[in-house]
């Protein structure tokens, strides 16, 4: 009995050593804010229950698009937006997720999501190492979801701390790597904004022009994965 007794507390502590170690990454991670911080979310006028939904989840690029995605995929597809200023490695992120769909009540067909644009604080191993529980969070939030990686398209003008063009193309290279390890698509913005870098509104977003050149690939794109 005094065996059984000493086993079971054994266990019992191992199981706490375990339990606290899990914990430690989220205990040591903080939210390192920008200047102004913002959350951006948008749902259909006309919601039709018959029909996918499909939410985009993203920054101010992915915000600048939405609408033209959103008329072109009328009749088709229920389209929602949520933007916002976190970033990867920002513990708030997985949380607003959540919150999102709780508020939203609706199950998503489809995510086309992105996160690079924001966080300038944390470094690209910051990036690569909270990725997963970023990729975790939107599975948790639309399970069996069809999920599509979208790059982070490039700046005008580079600035500090951030955003540069190389640290735009590091973390685009960071997520193309783990995202199609984990078999997801891409629809690779980046590549097709460097093509079309006369279409700048600032140093940053992308006038109406851009805003619709964007739009028909993500459309493109999201009309095929809703074939499937």
Known sequence: MRYQTS??????????????????PAQSSRSLPEEIEWTWEVRPTQYDPKLPNVLLLGDSITRNYYPPV??????????????????????????????????????????HFNN????WAYTESQYERAF???LRAIRDSAPGARLIWTTT???????????????????NAIAKTLVQN??????????????HLDTFQDSVHFNEDGAEIQCAQVVATIEGALAK
Do not use: C, W
């Open 153 to 171: 398209t490039p700046v005008k003008v580079d600035a500090s701390p951030g955003p540069t063009n190389s640290r735009i193309e590091s973390r």
């Open 132 to 134: 997963p529980s970023f």
């Open 70 to 111: 959103a008329r072109r995929l009328t009749g088709k597809a229920n389209v929602y937006l949520m933007a916002t200023s976190a970033s990867i490695g920002d513990p708030r992120l997985p949380l607003q997720i959540a919150d999102f769909v709780t508020a939203e009540a609706v199950h998503s067909s489809l995510v």
């Open 116 to 119: 690079g644009m924001h966080g």
């Open 7 to 24: 086993f079971t507390l054994l266990i019992s502590n191992l199981l706490i050593l375990l339990a606290a170690s899990n914990l430690l």
């Open 182 to 195: 984990a078999g997801l698509p891409i629809d690779d913005q980046h590549e097709l904004m460097m093509h």
